[in-house]
């Protein structure tokens, strides 16, 4: 029985955890570019998850959506807190001084508005289709190819 399967008793919470922890941080660390952010983010969206176990068809997307409205909340709070420019600053630091171009691209989908960065996360990351991306941030598949058009773009015209 895969993660995206409903949970019962022959795949407990835990063994769910154990194969989506990891999976389910990554995302938020793309979503959010900072580590510890990532954790909290992929814990409470797990702890959201399991408090509704039995409700839920497909834990999978469950989570991937918490994970989404969770990293958007973070990104609203954050950027009260903290200038554009400073955290320009802290995504320069922590890049790999080996991978500029890999380090490169990450800084400028750090910068995009959340919703393109969402989109484009969903698209190229968990290869989701545009109809599920729709439903996984709450818009329309035509908003879907506009967000993910205006983000192409800018990183487009950023990295030339």
Known sequence: MTSSQRLGE???FDVFYRDEFLRAARLAHLLTGSNDAAEDIAQEAL?????????I??????????????????HRSHTR???????WQRSITQMDANDD??????GLIDELPFRQRAVLVARYWLDLPEAEIANLIGCR??????LTSRALNTIRKELS
């Open 101 to 106: 171009a890999h380090g490169e691209l990450l």
């Open 10 to 12: 022959t795949a407990p």
């Open 57 to 74: 068809e497909n834990p999978a997307a469950y989570l991937h959506r918490t994970i989404v409205n969770l990293s958007r909340s973070w």
């Open 47 to 55: 702890v959201r998850l399991r408090t509704k176990l039995g409700e």
């Open 81 to 87: 807190r903290i200038g554009r420019e400073e955290r």
């Open 141 to 146: 598949p035509g908003t879907v190819k506009s």
